[in-house]
């Protein structure tokens, strides 16, 4: 139990007690040893399931290859690819030069890794010559990235080494002025982007600052390698600049002034920018404008609104677009030609009724062919390369699962739950036929729902662990996320955020009535904003879970949401609502899961987060885990880990990252 210290916030005339609030201060002892205590508590308690766990992280480490390597891409004359080696955690970064079988090391990051708790790498640009590689390194897990700048051939790494930028990196056309973005170190908000002259010894120049709080940074620079795009971006919102890559010192034009509710999202292809946008147009249309009078007046369509279907991407090559399309909940990828008469207007056929695709590495901008990822719940990730003129696909590498995999022995399905205001709400869901067992089926039910992020079903080789136990795993596609389109996302923020809560109890209630799960064997798991959902629905149906597992939680939303210094909490008024505004203060309240813990039998619930994650400060679980000590009813288990070295994303190992999920998994199951 944590000690309670006399603490109100007093907002709109409203008081919320809050005796934990304590547990923000960051490196107090009193802080670090509750953290520690809870860890020990959970050893503790979790001592009769360790075999398990240990067998469990076995399983899980015993199906990924010891050795594995990414599929080569071909960029401006070189094949870069990377490789896991046996016994190392970390990739090692490599190229060939197109014709050559010399492998040429880029970066080694089990050698940074040396004598750190935590390493996480991101950004590697090479410049246009080959000569240089810019990469960033993270050592705590707040996503504050050290850039370094190497010379490829003698290894040397250049004086430019500069703290908290964003792990993005855009190298001008002359090879020598590097781009990049840098975050405010207290909101840790990208606002800043850099240009660094890498043959001086001149400090860095600032070359765009957003004042907006409510807005970040994206620095891109175009597949044809011409432009580089200063993106600044809301959930609601966009603004785009550009500067041509021949011209690093010139002042970047926006594109289209800011308009507030319109998005878009430019590329570029010769003397044009082709634009995906929701202006006029829920579902968002593809548009085109030319690059020497972009402005939103000057924009012609091209592909219009379609009521039913979702354009999520649109990348430009050549000789074609891709455009990425979502219709009733299932991908497509489109190929839409430009300047071939020899090339038509077709999508990609797919025939699984439960997938995820994506486009995969294509940095070439002329090419007849297209790279992409596709999975299922049944079927390991594959890249896949798909020839434009021939109508051929072939698979580049199926992810290998050690010791063998048998799709077939596992069913896939995708069934519709009604929720509380009779929309119908997709869940997908995978078991293994031999083990099915209506009378007594334990289910994990998985869900996110938030700031428009489509949970499309993916494969795991370690969730083969709980399938070849006898579990039903499902996922649950609630308003929140976009799965069904633009207004699947506007129906479950804001005023509407109660939706994704609803939503989610529906889908658990009709796996137990179609017989995918027994009554009162629903286990419910989530991360982040999903820890958000999976402690709203804990506190509004505490009978309803078998037990929880929240990862990485934000469950204190109204404090935090109040707190402009914390990080992302500006930046997020557009998906909760600004509690300063009373309305929006009083809907918050109403879910906000650390505000309405009650006495209630809640059921075992297994909380876990990282001490330095950025995204979702460790008090905020920590928090939660006391008052649902303070007020829960009965004896169930109740247990909290803190990583102390490792942040949103938990450790950066190859297989120490497997650790947590033995870990949830060997909970989940001593219940079920």
Wanted: hydrophobic share 35%; charged share 25%.
């Amino acid at each position: 139990m944590a000690k309670q210290i006399n603490h109100v916030h007093t907002e709109h005339g409203i008081e919320r007690p809050d005796p934990f609030f304590w547990l923000r201060e960051r490196d107090h002892p009193d802080v670090l040893a509750y953290l520690q205590a809870e860890n020990e508590y959970l050893e503790q308690q979790m001592n009769p399931l360790n075999d398990l766990r240990e067998t469990l992280f076995q399983e899980m480490k015993g199906r990924l290859a010891p050795r594995d390597n990414s599929v080569p891409y071909l960029k401006a004359g070189f094949w870069y690819y990377h490789r896991f080696e046996e016994g190392l955690e970390h990739a090692k970064y490599f190229r060939k030069k197109e014709g050559s079988d010399h492998e040429q090391l880029l970066l080694d990051v089990n050698v940074e890794a040396l004598n750190q708790p935590y390493i996480q790498e991101a950004g590697l640009a090479v410049s246009p010559d080959g000569q240089y590689l810019a990469y960033g390194l993270d050592l705590v897990g707040r996503r504050q990235y050290r850039l370094f700048i190497k010379h490829i051939d003698s290894g040397q790494v250049l004086e430019h080494s500069i703290d908290d930028t964003d792990g993005s990196y855009a190298w001008a056309a002359n090879n020598r002025h590097l781009f990049f973005e840098r975050k405010d170190p207290e909101t840790l908000r990208t606002c800043q982007v850099f240009r660094v002259d890498t043959a001086s010894s001149n400090a860095p120049v600032q070359v765009y600052y957003e004042p907006d709080e409510t807005f970040y940074c994206q620095l891109e620079k175009s597949r044809d390698a011409q432009v580089i795009f200063i993106h600044s971006l809301s959930t609601q919102t966009s603004e785009s600049r550009f500067i041509h890559a021949l011209e690093p010192e010139a002042d970047f034009k926006v594109l289209s002034l800011r308009k507030t509710d319109v998005l878009y999202y430019p590329c570029h292809r010769f003397d044009r920018f082709w634009i995906l946008t929701n202006h006029q147009a829920l579902n968002f249309r593809l548009m085109w404008a030319e690059v020497s009078n972009p402005d939103l007046s000057q924009w012609k369509e091209e592909i219009p609104h379609r009521p039913q279907v979702l354009i999520e991407a649109a990348e430009a090559f050549a000789d074609f677009l891709v455009v990425q399309e979502r219709d009733q909940g299932l991908q497509r990828l489109r190929i839409y030609p430009l300047n071939s008469n020899s090339l038509i207007d077709h999508c990609l056929p797919f025939n699984e009724q439960v997938y995820s695709l994506w486009l995969d590495a294509n940095p070439e901008f002329k090419t007849q062919a297209i790279r992409f990822g596709y999975t299922s719940l049944t079927r390991p990730v594959s890249t896949l390369e798909y020839h434009l003129f021939t109508g051929e696909t072939f698979v580049l590498k199926e992810q290998e699962v050690q010791g063998g995999h048998d799709a077939e022995a596992y069913l896939s399905e995708r069934v519709w739950a009604e929720s509380h205001d009779g929309v119908q709400v997709p869940i997908s869901l995978v078991y293994r036929k031999d083990l099915f067992k209506p009378e007594n089926q334990p289910c994990l039910l998985y869900g996110y729902g938030s700031y428009g992020i489509s949970l499309d079903p993916w494969f795991s080789s370690a969730r083969l662990s709980l399938l070849d136990r006898g579990w039903v795993f499902a996922i649950a596609h609630i308003r929140g996320g976009q799965d069904l389109g633009r207004q699947w996302y506007e129906t479950g923020k804001k005023h509407l955020k109660k939706n994704t809560f609803l939503d989610f109890i529906a889908c658990a209630e009709t796996l137990v009535k179609k017989g995918f799960a027994a009554s009162g064997n629903v286990h419910a798991m989530g991360g982040s904003a999903g820890g958000l959902l999976v402690g709203a629905c804990l506190n509004m149906r505490p009978d309803l879970w078998k037990s929880v597992v929240a990862q990485v939680p934000f469950v204190d939303v109204v404090t935090t949401m109040l707190d402009d210094s914390i990080p992302l909490t500006t930046g997020e008024y557009d998906e909760w609502g600004n509690p300063n505004d009373p309305a929006y203060f009083a809907s918050m309240l109403e879910y906000s899961p650390y505000d309405q813990v009650r006495q209630a039998a809640y059921p075992p619930v297994l909380v876990t987060t990282g001490y330095h994650d950025s995204q979702v400060q460790y008090w905020e679980p920590a928090k939660w885990v006391a008052r649902l000590r303070q007020l829960n009813q009965g004896m169930p288990q109740l247990l909290f880990y803190t990583d102390l070295n490792s942040g949103h994303g938990g450790q950066s190992g190859r297989f120490e990252r497997l650790k947590e999920l033995a870990l949830e998994y060997a909970f989940l199951i001593g219940r079920g």
